[in-house]
């Protein structure tokens, strides 16, 4: 039976040379025992201020662990590593970025909750996962879960998010079943994890709050500055091509 891997990573940073400091997990195989894995491991590269910010992870709590390839969580994730299982994550691109920089290439089949929440909650104001909690009511269950598995749930803590994801992804293939009537729902969240999405708003800038097909004719000479100057995410980049050229 395949096993479906919820996974989240805490880094020293989002920078190019920054590594992992947390591995975190959730193996869910039917309604067979779920079992948790949460590791810290220790880094050469140091933990910035603004990491430490976020995830209140600090030298002290990384200190004498592991390096990431000796954790007991990275082996039996290479364990499941296996084009039968599932890899689910929010905001897939950056925690597989961060695990391809420790050696781990995912061979698992991939659902990223963040890109199919842009697909399926298109016109909501915000898809990350700490917004969602709090939108969908998740918090008002996750403790009784976070009990049951013997998790402490915080915001942006590895487990923590894990834990909120597994609530979310219940919600989303829910939504993808009334979206999708008649097909399987794992398998529409695999393949919406493959295609980029067309964003209809601007969420930041001059024009946050605008139609981005609006401001293509309007103001296309902005959209091919976008394309040359900044440091876009591939919905984004896939959104402007397609207006631009339309």
Not at 30 to 51: D, H, L, M, Q, W
Not at 94 to 121: Q, V
Not at 174 to 193: C, D, Y
Request: charged share 30%; hydrophobic share 40%; with cysteine.
């Amino acid at each position: 039976m395949a096993k479906y891997i919820l996974l989240d990573t805490e880094t020293t940073g989002t920078a190019e040379e920054d590594r992992v400091i947390q591995l975190g997990y959730i193996v869910l195989e039917g309604k067979k025992e779920t079992k948790v894995y949460n590791e810290f491991c220790s880094s050469e590269r140091p933990i910035s201020f603004g990491a430490m910010e976020i995830h209140g992870i600090t030298p002290e709590m990384i200190e004498g662990k592991p390096p990431f390839r000796e954790m007991r969580a990275y082996k039996e994730l290479e364990l499941l590593n296996d084009s039968s299982n599932y890899m689910v994550i929010h905001n897939a691109p950056f925690d597989l970025g961060m695990l391809s920089k420790e050696g781990f290439t995912c061979k698992m089949k991939l659902i990223d909750t963040l890109r199919c929440a842009k697909h399926i909650f298109d016109d909501s104001e915000a898809h990350r996962l700490q917004f969602f909690r709090y939108k969908m009511g998740l918090y008002k269950h996750e403790k009784a879960e976070a009990d049951a598995l013997g998790i402490e749930v915080k915001a942006h803590d590895a487990i923590g998010d894990v834990l909120v994801m597994k609530l979310f992804l219940s919600k989303l293939r829910e939504a993808v079943q009334e979206k999708f009537p008649g097909v399987n729902p794992v398998e529409k969240l695999v393949e919406l994890t493959q295609q980029p999405v067309l964003i209809k708003t601007f969420r930041f800038g001059k024009y946050r709050g605008k139609k981005i097909a609006d401001i293509a004719v309007e103001d296309a000479g902005y959209l091919r500055w976008m394309q040359g100057n900044m440091d876009l995410d591939e919905d984004m980049k896939y959104t402007l091509a397609q207006l631009i050229h339309s």
